[in-house]
């Protein structure tokens, strides 16, 4: 299993441009979550999906969009970059095993907007 | 929604046992506490969880007094590269929205 991945592991954007971030995982996870880390901070809940066709806002969902065709797909989309977006952007999944919260997470996405 | 406290730092040297004790006292009955750990540049890593009392497994132990408002991460005999963050969350599953990080407690180990 390759778990959960993530691409690109870099990218500089100029404000106002458009990107998608891209997230996917093979552990045939219901749930899955996109969370922003900004430095020496923890991890903010940007948008998650507890199944395909299903999302919903997190705690900073202002600025994103998602969608969820798919179980092993959940890519994130920015239509208009700005400063405020500079992050490291992680994407996780897990199962619903009973209340619990074992996530796993990708190796993440390091966003510069200039 | 159940918010956490955790020290912002602590250090310790190779070799001791690291106790790093979170505070949730809002904590709702169908909660889990989860405890990740994160190196630089690297998502965050599940280490432990449990719901009451005591859980172990082979890299830590988790304890949780009877009233569950606050838990108890032990690392026993640290090395540097115990060196990392780590988070205490409290939640479930239904509450997926309501899951906050907060800002960990960075832990330094020392030769």
């Known amino acids: 299993n390759a778990g959960v991945t993530q691409t690109p592991k870099f990218r500089i954007l100029k404000i106002g441009q458009s990107m998608t971030l891209q997230c996917a995982q093979d552990?045939?996870?219901?749930?899955m979550y996109w969370y922003r880390q900004d430095p020496g901070m923890g991890l903010k809940l940007i948008y998650y999906s507890v199944g395909a066709g299903i999302t919903d806002k997190g705690e900073v969902p202002n600025g994103y969009n998602v969608s969820r065709s798919t179980t092993e797909d959940f890519p994130l989309r920015l239509e208009l970059a700005a400063p405020s977006q500079t992050s490291v952007y992680f994407c996780a999944s897990s199962p619903p095993s009973g209340g619990t919260n074992e996530q796993f997470f990708g190796p993440g996405t390091r966003l510069t907007v200039l | 929604l159940a918010k956490t406290t955790q020290p912002i730092s602590m250090d310790s040297y190779e070799g001791q046992e690291v106790n790093i004790t979170c505070s949730h006292n809002?904590?709702?009955?169908?909660?889990?506490i989860t405890w990740y750990q994160q190196f630089p540049s690297q998502g965050p890593r599940f280490i432990i969880q449990g719901y009451k009392t005591k859980v172990t497994n082979e890299v830590a132990s988790l304890f949780i007094p009877a009233d569950r408002k606050s838990s108890t991460l032990s690392l026993p005999r640290v090395s540097l590269s115990d060196t990392a963050v780590y988070y205490c969350l409290v939640g479930e599953d239904s509450s997926a929205s309501k899951i906050i990080f907060g800002s960990g407690t960075r832990l330094s180990i020392r030769p």
């Open positions: 552990m045939n996870h219901n749930y």
């Open positions: 809002n904590i709702a009955t169908n909660d889990y």
